[in-house]
DNA sequence: ATTACTGCAAAGCATTTGCAAATGC
DNA sequence: GCATTTGCAAATGCTTTGCAGTAAT
């Protein structure tokens, strides 16, 4: 419901969180909402990072710190960043975990349709291949890949 | 913890549902578990469905259905059968949502080291523009994709 | 007869939400 | 002063787990 990804509103070459911070008081302004405390500290914290971190060790450690900002506020504020586009959500849309079976189908990948649910299966060696190359510049031993494309099948009849 | 994607065990060119039940039976054999009604129910309900279901979903199916299974029973099969490599699991590894900051970076993709749990960031054109054409091919109006590798860093100096 | 498996209900855990108090505008 | 935010704690929802009873070997 809150999970939307939208076109990023910022692109900077610039990335000094001054700017940045500038860029998101403009959006939130633009939103009529408010620029408050806590938002600034859960924006620097996020920007102070430059590793990957998970929504629930950040608002651990504002829960418990000199600049307290309570685990909500911290959820809340990761929300309207993603949306804003400075921070990007990394995991599917869905919290719950999806089966198929495999038995005798090749490997492949999906095109998911977030109006209709649908999921459309795609295989394409050329991925696949590119894929291995990567692993293989960065010597990295791959156990299996996923990719996953969201959007619109533009097959509606409507 | 229980998450494991092995290599799977089979890869059948015929895929009957009894074959494949003959194999998970040898897969239950080969690590001294049992052949129980329950796991054969999961195990038909599974294959008897074509399209991608939720664990969840087929849970509460047969939590009140005629063949009666309990859910901690079946997520515990779906589990085994993931690590027979009978269904696949999608979804990324980690139950929780990671974030990292986007403003400045160019978009980019993910090999994530299972043993480090480093996250290393590749990007590569050929990988875009193959997507691109695919989803032109399926008539799908991409949003955004994910691609994500999981596996081994070999830089270790161990 | 053993010992693993099942069912159940309770616990876990990240995330979301309702509401009164606090704060920005 | 009024509306939005915050903090808190309770609720949510999927998944996992402990344990006593049940079933497979």
Redesign the interface.
């Known amino acids: 419901m809150s999970e939307k990804?939208p076109e990023?509103h910022?692109e900077?070459?610039?990335?000094s969180t001054e700017d940045?911070w500038a860029?998101f008081v403009d959006f939130l302004k633009s939103k009529a909402s408010r620029i408050t405390q806590a938002r600034r500290i859960v924006f620097e914290r996020?920007?102070a990072?430059h590793?990957?971190?998970?929504?629930?060790d950040?608002a651990a450690e504002l829960a418990s710190g000199v600049d307290h900002v309570s685990r909500g506020t911290v959820y809340r504020t990761?929300d309207l960043?993603?949306e804003a586009?400075?921070?990007?959500?990394?995991?599917?849309q869905?919290?719950?975990?999806?089966?198929?079976?495999?038995?005798?189908?090749g490997r492949h990948h999906?095109?998911i349709?977030?109006n209709t649910g649908e999921?459309?299966e795609?295989s394409?060696p050329?991925?696949e291949k590119?894929?291995d190359r990567?692993?293989e510049?960065?010597?990295?031993?791959?156990?299996?890949?996923?990719?996953?494309?969201?959007?619109?099948?533009?097959?509606e009849t409507s």
């Open positions: 990804q990023p910022v900077g070459a610039n990335s940045a860029l996020v920007f990072r590793d990957h971190f998970r929504a629930d950040l990761l960043m993603t586009g400075f921070v990007q959500k990394i995991r599917d869905d919290v719950h975990a999806h089966y198929e079976h495999i038995y005798g189908h999906h095109l349709c977030e999921f459309i795609f394409s050329v991925l590119e894929i990567i692993c510049e960065y010597h990295f031993k791959e156990r299996f890949h996923r990719i996953v494309v969201f959007g619109a099948s533009e097959e």
